[in-house]
């Protein structure tokens, strides 16, 4: 039996394990480091943490969820109905708890994958799966005397449940997509909270509230209208299209109407293309820091020291804790792993000049080995479980094909590979992430995270295999 082993346990390791275990292959494990399953949906427990995604878009097709309680769900909700999916689809009894995946290693001589791990144990699959997702390892900023610093400080990612920020005096360092879900939290417990912004945020309004009992047999029609948005959404930051030029109109509009003071709002604007950096959405952020008690400094951090956070114009501000929402390095895709294929290969190098692989799924010169959520294949629109479950579908295939075929390998082609990312970077570089900074982006200049416009093309280009972009052995 051919044996698949899937590093992770979140939204792409969960679906890809439904897809091929329904498809009959029986032998599939996960590995997850933790204890638990859930992947960011586990990690990221800050208050306020939820999806900025419509709920009734953000589930499996194949179990679509009618029983979210509000339009845009919060953590908790979203990790049980994770588990819930593990569990109804018999996947829970396949992960392997506490067990970190540190290297895997190409067997030539079985055409095997050994997979090591932090305790120093080994396993052999036949096929192996990285699931690891882009945003899995939190990042700190490198600002120097960041390790000086005498008081409370974490990662959103990380967040100390146990940190006493009542009535403290708390610096945000950091402010993206879930610093603008934690900030109105810290703001209600602290005695004075400072955010350290780097870049202003475009926000567009949230139509958020509670979904009652009688309107959820709605939440199918709603996913589709939703769908239907996410792919207009996508298109404008692919083209600078009209959609682009409204949502800019709104966002300006939003953060007119929500701070009041001129000067704070010229702080709050961007000074790039909309869609340049992850477009996010509040409906209490602008109220948050127009508070008395709330400060948003502009200027770049020089410093951290033992009591606070020094800036560029040379003022100290003194701190009781600071919360990093640093963000995650989502470019060292599979970084933490050592992965060496065949003739001693390390994909680490293969990537050092930025991550790329044909469909997002699949390295040249590394057989057997597929995945999901990588290279290319974020989205700055839409929800990235349809984009994992077109994944999932394409590899069933190749596994699929590969045992009824009796292959020993499959690799893709790299002259296929090569140019599916020619052409790839060619229409990245016209979509709004061309010419601006931002987390999408490799140190080498390559926009490594995204795909450019809409999904629906994306599921189109996977929905079939075609074999004769593999070498099959
Ligand atoms: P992020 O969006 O990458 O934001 C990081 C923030 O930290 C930015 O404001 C960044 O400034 C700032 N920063 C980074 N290094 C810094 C430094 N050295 N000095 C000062 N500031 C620094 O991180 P995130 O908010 O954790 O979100 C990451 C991704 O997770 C999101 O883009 C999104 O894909 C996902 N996410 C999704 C949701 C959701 O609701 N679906 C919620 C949370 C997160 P610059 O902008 O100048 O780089």
Same mark, same amino acid.
């Given at each position: 039996m051919t044996s698949i082993g899937i590093i992770g346990s979140g939204f792409g390791a969960i679906g890809t394990a439904v897809e091929?275990?329904?498809?009959?292959?029986?032998?599939?494990r996960l590995w997850e480091r933790s204890d638990d399953l859930g992947g960011v949906w586990r990690d990221n427990t800050y208050p306020?943490?939820?999806?900025?995604?419509?709920?009734?878009?953000?589930?499996?097709?194949?179990?679509?969820?009618?029983?979210?309680?509000?339009?845009?769900?919060?953590?908790?909700?979203?990790?049980?109905?994770?588990?819930?999916?593990?569990?109804?689809?018999?996947?829970?009894?396949?992960?392997?708890?506490?067990?970190?995946?540190?290297?895997?290693?190409?067997?030539?001589?079985?055409?095997?994958?050994? @997979?090591?791990f932090a305790s120093g144990a080994t396993e052999r699959v036949d096929i192996l799966i990285s699931a690891v997702g882009q945003l899995s390892e939190p990042r700190l900023p490198a600002i120097?005397?960041?390790?000086?610093?005498?008081?409370?400080?974490?990662?959103?990612?990380?967040?100390?449940?146990?940190?006493?920020?009542?009535?403290?005096?708390?610096?945000?360092? =950091?402010?993206?997509?879930?610093?603008?879900?934690?900030v109105p939290h810290l703001a209600e417990r602290a005695e004075q909270l400072t955010l350290f912004q780097r870049s202003a945020n475009y926000i567009l309004p949230k139509p958020d509230g509670p979904l009652p009992r009688w309107y959820r047999a709605m939440t199918r029609l709603e996913r589709g209208v939703w769908w239907f948005f996410g792919e207009q959404f996508s298109r404008g930051l692919d083209d600078h299209s009209r959609v682009g030029r409204v949502n800019r109109k709104v966002a300006l509009e939003h953060l007119r109407r929500g701070v009041p003071d001129p000067e704070l709002r010229r702080t709050l604007?961007?000074?790039?293309?909309?869609?340049?950096?992850?477009?996010?959405?509040?409906?209490?952020?602008?109220?948050?820091?127009?508070?008395?008690?709330?400060? @948003?400094?502009?200027?770049?951090?020089?410093?951290?020291?033992?009591? =606070?956070v020094e800036t560029a114009d040379g003022t100290h501000h003194e701190v009781d804790a600071i919360v990093y929402g640093t963000g995650f390095d989502a470019q060292d895709f599979l970084s933490s792993i050592d992965v060496i294929?065949?003739? =001693?290969?390390?994909?680490?190098?293969?990537?050092?000049?930025?991550?790329?692989?044909?469909?997002?799924?699949?390295?040249? =010169?590394?057989?057997?080995?597929?995945?999901?959520?990588?290279?290319?294949t974020n989205l700055?629109?839409?929800?990235?479980?349809?984009?994992?479950?077109?994944?999932?579908?394409?590899?069933?295939?190749? @596994?699929?094909?590969?045992?009824?075929?009796?292959?020993?390998?499959?690799? @893709?082609?790299?002259?296929?590979?090569?140019?599916?990312?020619?052409?790839?970077?060619?229409?990245?570089?016209?979509?709004?992430?061309?010419?601006?900074?931002?987390?999408?982006?490799?140190?080498?200049?390559r926009i490594t995270s995204n795909w450019p416009g809409a999904t629906h093309p994306y599921a189109r280009r996977t929905r079939q295999l075609e074999p004769e972009e593999f070498a099959w052995t």
């Open positions: 091929l275990t329904r498809a009959g292959h029986d032998d599939v306020g943490a939820g999806c900025d995604v419509p709920s009734p878009l953000y589930s499996y097709s194949f179990a679509v969820n009618t029983a979210w309680s509000r339009r845009y769900a919060l953590q908790p909700e979203i990790h049980d109905y994770l588990a819930r999916v593990a569990d109804d689809f018999g996947i829970r009894p396949c992960i392997r708890f506490g067990h970190e995946v540190v290297s895997a290693h190409w067997q030539e001589a079985d055409s095997q994958w050994e @997979v090591g120097p005397g960041i390790e000086d610093f005498a008081g409370t400080s974490f990662h959103s990612a990380r967040w100390d449940h146990d940190a006493d920020l009542d009535g403290k005096r708390i610096a945000a360092v =950091g402010i993206g997509a879930s610093a603008i879900q934690y604007t961007p000074d790039y293309p909309i869609g340049c950096k992850r477009i996010l959405f509040s409906n209490n952020f602008y109220r948050t820091v127009s508070r008395p008690d709330v400060d @948003v400094v502009g200027d770049r951090i020089t410093r951290i020291t033992p009591t =606070g294929g065949p003739g =001693g290969r390390r994909l680490a190098e293969q990537w050092s000049e930025g991550a790329h692989a044909y469909l997002g799924m699949y390295v040249p =010169g590394f057989p057997n080995l597929l995945v999901s959520y990588g290279p290319n700055g629109g839409g929800s990235i479980i349809y984009m994992l479950e077109a994944q999932a579908r394409h590899m069933r295939q190749v @596994v699929d094909r590969l045992v009824a075929e009796r292959h020993r390998t499959v690799e @893709v082609r790299a002259e296929v590979e090569a140019e599916f990312d020619r052409s790839l970077q060619a229409r990245l570089a016209t979509s709004v992430w061309g010419n601006c900074d931002s987390w999408y982006r490799h140190p080498s200049g």
